[in-house]
């Protein structure tokens, strides 16, 4: 069984950064790629950004160059740095994993609220 647990969100202004942690904990061996995702009041899950068991990365356009995701294997933690937030980055941001043996099967962590004021 897997665990995710995020943190580091919170409230800043346009322009600051934040960054969002991912701890694991259980099944670590069973993760295949992994993303962190968004949502607001009302509307669908998005991907945010992605990171491939061999660290390919991609990222929603609306992201793009403001973004980073990344994950420490040797702590077990899976990263997203955010710089020049936004207001309409206001969301809960949450960590999935894919299971490395089907990538149909995820688990979720609990969701950090991330808000940003202008």
């Known amino acids: 069984q897997l665990t995710l647990v995020e943190s580091g969100g919170g409230s800043v202004q346009a322009g600051g950064s934040l960054r969002l942690s991912c701890a694991m904990f259980?099944?670590?061996?069973?993760?295949?790629?992994m993303g962190w995702y968004r949502q607001t009041p009302g509307n669908e899950r998005d991907l945010v950004a992605s990171i491939s068991t061999d660290g390919v990365t991609k990222y929603a356009d609306f992201v793009k160059g403001r973004f980073t995701i990344s994950r420490d294997k040797t702590q077990d933690i899976l990263y997203l740095q955010m710089d020049n937030l936004q207001p309409e980055d206001t969301a809960v941001y949450y960590c999935?994993?894919?299971?490395?043996?089907?990538?149909?099967?995820?688990?979720w962590g609990k969701g950090t609220q991330v808000t940003v004021s202008s």
């Open positions: 259980g099944s670590i061996f069973t993760i295949g790629d």
């Open positions: 999935r994993a894919d299971y490395l043996f089907d990538d149909n099967i995820h688990d």
